[in-house]
Structures are given as structure tokens and as C-alpha cells.
């Protein structure tokens, strides 16, 4: 029997990274900064969000939230008091897996999200330490969310989630005084892996640190900026470099 | 446990190229830093590609290994543990060079016409 050998050399990833620029180019129209917000179960995502977004569109920042979970409307309806625009996404019926959000997952979501009434949107993704570092959505930046229950050596364990973000918030320091935990340790390890990632301590709970955090994001690229940014890097379809390469010889 | 969705990730992909050849073997770069299990990835290849070309085709695995880069010093090195910093610069310019390859190299299919010749009589 005759076998063909057939050259790919196409990363697996590509049909995600597609949807993912489809969804881009939908942030881009209503100019929406997007953040991808990750973590393991229970560090603390939501009671993040409770603490930190209240108010924030007061200060000039319109946030909205897409709530990723596998089952359930808990998440959402924790939000739901803050008054901003919250949509949730259940994963159970979505594409392939459970345990994260992919690009065609949020773009299944974004017909039910206002991006023309807010700034930031920030995805809530599922609680997983290693799959949603996998799969872009879109998003402009990415943030960890790890807590001090978890143990310092997380970095060095996960580091394929903790290279894949901006911004690491190390939360419930307030329970720090009760635990034999180093903290200095676990910044020390984050940077190991990820010297480029801003560390944020914060406790949700206790509220310290979470003007830090809200200065974060007010601070984020808006959308045209962010866009342009992107364009430069990944965007070749106008690059007069680009079609002279594909020009005929 | 990402292994299930890479799994997904890999069978479209080859589909894709396969065009409605059957496929019989599957070479694909994985970076050491994917942190995929190779046993994993296996069991769950053969769950998702039934009934699709990709059934029955076998899958080697080529390794590429997490090799950094010093934009300072232009040291170049293998990390077997993950830590991202230049013994002599520090970690400001650490790059990684290779080891985040997760890509579908090259497949091997039947022929169609071949195959029809070789088709019992």
C-alpha cells in the first residue's frame, strides 16, 4: 500500500488562535481592553473582583465581567451587587472540555456581553492551574491569581500558567500570621520562572493591597493603544514586507 | 489532564491536512516547557480520533528540549528545571529558544488510487 508523506508544520493551536483573532477584532470595535483572570480553584477570583470593582466606574473605568464556570451561576451572582454588566458562561455544554475557557467558548459568550458599555472586560476563567495557560481568547493581558494556602513551590510546578501572565496577585495574606508559609519565598519563586510578571500582595478579604490592584487595571492600555500594540506584532496582513514577500518574482 | 483538549487540538489539525486520506502516522514536535504527558496524550489520541481519518494512526513524539538564550551574553543552555535566569546576567534577558513547540510536523497517509488498487479482487 503507497503512503504519502505529508509536511504540516502548523501548530496545533491554530484553529483556537483563529477564533481567538475573530474575538480580537470584536474588542476592537468597541475598543475593550480584555484580561484573562486565572487561577486554581478557591484562591480567591471572584472575592477578588467583589473587592476591587466596586466603584471603579465612579473613577472612570467601566468594567465588565464574563464569568467562566463549569456549572452554576454562584460567581455571577456574587457580582451581580456590584451593578456592573456580568454574563455567565457554562462550560458544560461547550467545546471539548470542562476545565477551562477557549477562544471558541468566549466567542459562543460575546453576543450576550455589552462591549460597547464598558472599558475592561475581564474572563473569569475556570479554576485549573495548567489548561487555561493553553488557550488565548483574545485577551490583552493575563493575571494569576495564588493564594498563600497553596504552597510556595506552585511556580516551579505550574510554570506553563505562570510564564503566560502579567501580573500575579498573591492573595490571602491576611491568614499569613496562622501559617508556616514564605511568601518572600513564593515571589522569589514567580520570578524564577517569570521575571517579567508584576507581584501584587493583596487579601481580599482585609481589602490591603487592593488599591494596588485597582491601579492595575486602571492603568491597562486602552483598547487602540493595546490594538496597535498587537498589530505590530502579529498583524502582517498590511505589512508592505509581507506582500512583497508573496509578491511573484 | 490539558492532554484531552491537545488532544482535540492535534486530531483537527491533521484532519485538516489529511483531506479525506487515511491517516497512519502522526509526527509531532512537543516542547519540553508544554508540560505534556506523553502517555496521556497517547490514550487520549486514540479516544478522540475514532471514526475520524486519524484512527489507528500511531503518533511519535519528537522532544524538543527547553534551551534558553541570554539577549545579554548570548549564552545558550538546557534547563531540566524551571528556572529562567542567566548564571552570569541574571533574568533580565532570558529568552526561551526552544521548548514551547507544540506542532504537528508531519503526517503520513494512504494513498487513495493506491489504495483502490490494492483492494481485494
Known amino acids: ?249 | 489532564m490539558h492532554e484531552f483538549d491537545l488532544s482535540s487540538a492535534i486530531v483537527q489539525t491533521v484532519n485538516k491536512h489529511a483531506d479525506g486520506r487515511k491517516v497512519t502516522h502522526i509526527t509531532l514536535q512537543v516542547g519540553r516547557l508544554r508540560q505534556v504527558v506523553k502517555d496521556t496524550l497517547l490514550f487520549y489520541l486514540a479516544i478522540v480520533g475514532r471514526d475520524t481519518p486519524c484512527e489507528g494512526a500511531t503518533l511519535e513524539i519528537i522532544d524538543v528540549p527547553a534551551v534558553l538564550v541570554c539577549n545579554n551574553c548570548q549564552n545558550e543552555w538546557e534547563i531540566e528545571i524551571p528556572a529562567f535566569i542567566c548564571g552570569t546576567c541574571g533574568p533580565g534577558a532570558v529568552e526561551v529558544k526552544t521548548g514551547e513547540e507544540f506542532m504537528v510536523e508531519s503526517i503520513e497517509v494512504e494513498d487513495e488510487e493506491d489504495a483502490a488498487c490494492t483492494a481485494p479482487r
Not at chain 1, 501580573?167 to 508559609?181: A, P, S
Open chain 1, 1 to 249: 500500500m503507497h503512503r504519502t508523506k505529508v509536511r504540516v508544520v502548523e501548530d496545533a493551536l491554530d484553529a483556537n488562535n483563529t477564533i481567538a483573532s475573530a474575538n480580537r477584532s470584536d474588542f476592537d470595535r468597541s475598543n475593550v481592553t480584555v484580561v484573562n483572570l486565572m487561577s486554581a480553584p478557591g484562591a480567591g477570583k471572584t472575592t477578588l473582583l467583589e473587592r476591587s470593582l466596586e466603584g471603579l466606574a465612579e473613577e472612570g473605568l467601566r468594567v465588565g465581567v464574563l464569568e467562566g464556570d463549569v456549572q452554576g451561576s454562584f460567581d455571577a451572582d456574587r457580582l451581580s451587587v456590584l451593578h456592573i454588566p456580568v454574563v455567565q458562561l457554562n462550560t458544560d455544554n461547550g467545546f471539548g472540555g470542562e476545565c477551562h475557557l477557549d477562544a471558541n467558548m468566549v466567542r459562543s459568550a460575546l453576543p450576550a456581553v455589552p462591549l460597547d458599555d464598558m472599558d475592561v472586560l475581564i474572563v473569569e476563567n475556570v479554576g485549573n492551574l495548567v489548561c487555561p495557560a493553553e488557550f488565548r481568547i483574545g485577551e490583552d493581558a493575563r493575571i494569576m491569581v495564588c493564594s498563600v494556602t497553596e504552597g510556595e513551590d506552585k511556580p516551579l510546578k505550574y510554570p506553563l500558567m505562570f510564564r503566560a501572565c502579567e501580573l500575579v496577585v498573591i492573595n490571602k495574606i491576611d491568614l499569613l500570621e496562622h501559617l508556616d508559609f514564605d511568601v518572600d519565598r513564593l515571589e522569589a519563586n514567580i520570578l524564577q520562572v517569570n521575571h517579567h510578571a508584576k507581584v501584587i500582595r493583596v487579601s481580599a478579604k482585609t481589602g490591603e493591597g487592593v488599591e494596588e490592584f485597582r491601579a492595575w487595571l486602571q492603568a491597562l492600555p486602552s483598547r487602540p493603544a493595546a490594538a496597535a500594540h498587537e498589530h505590530d506584532h502579529h498583524d502582517h496582513e498590511h505589512d508592505d514586507h509581507a506582500d512583497h514577500e508573496h509578491a511573484p518574482a
